[in-house]
T-cell receptor
């Protein structure tokens, strides 16, 4: 089973960099790792995806080591509006069965 | 673009009633899926489909039926609603090809079963 493991919750202060790590030991060779953000009463919103090494976009960076068994979402200089639940997502090996983990509840403090 | 559209947004049912949650997408995506999210919890996969006529079970399929007769639509049927099915339901779609996991979500359908 493609099971992902993340910390349940994290607290941070405004302006700090936040790193959330996800482990995905059974990721298939050709599959990507995708991260989502979810606010209360809304659907998940795509943040970033990657296959290996480092990917950066306007909101986040994603670091993936060579063995691809984990990934780290990096949010630079968080603000109060980044308070949300963050999920990493991989497919069950060889299928399109996308299983979400428990997610990480990030609380940004003033 | 409408993207992924779910109807209804809110629904109240009595135990034992049946209903269908509708999901439609206008992006010509082959992949569609249904998730449920209970209060304070993560998303759990109910059913998914990789094309018209093809469906498969997710993590929590019991009590739900799906069919996929067109690329655009993927309705979710509750056969005999139970209070345990009170949840927010999200439909998602994606293109096929490489499994990138980039899913496009609808706004959700909030279901209460009394």
């Amino acid at each position: 089973l493609a099971k992902t493991t993340q910390p349940i919750s994290m607290d941070s202060y405004e302006g700090q960099e936040v790193n959330i790590t996800c482990s995905h030991n059974n990721i298939a060779t050709n599959d990507y790792i995708t991260w989502y953000q979810q606010f209360p009463s809304q659907g998940p919103r795509f943040i970033i995806q990657g296959y290996k090494t480092k990917v950066t976009n306007e909101v986040a960076s994603l670091f993936i080591p060579a063995d691809r068994k984990s990934s780290t979402l990096s949010l630079p200089r968080v603000s109060l509006s980044d308070t949300a639940v963050y999920y990493c997502l991989v497919a069950e090996s060889g299928t399109y069965k996308y299983i979400f983990g428990t997610g990480t509840r990030l609380k940004v403090l003033a | 673009n409408a993207g992924v559209t779910q109807t209804p947004k809110f629904q109240v049912l009595k135990t034992g009633q049946s209903m269908t949650l509708q999901c439609a997408q206008d992006m010509n995506h082959e992949y569609m899926s249904w998730y449920r999210q209970d209060p304070g919890m993560g998303l759990r996969l109910i059913h998914y489909s990789v094309g018209a006529g093809i469906t498969d079970q997710g993590e929590v399929p019991n009590g739900y039926n799906v069919s996929r007769s067109t690329t655009e639509d993927f309705p979710l049927r509750l056969l005999s609603a139970a209070p345990s099915q009170t949840s927010v339901y999200f439909c998602a779609s994606s293109g096929l090809g490489q499994r990138t996991g980039e899913l496009f979500f609808g706004e959700g359908s909030r279901l209460t079963v009394l």
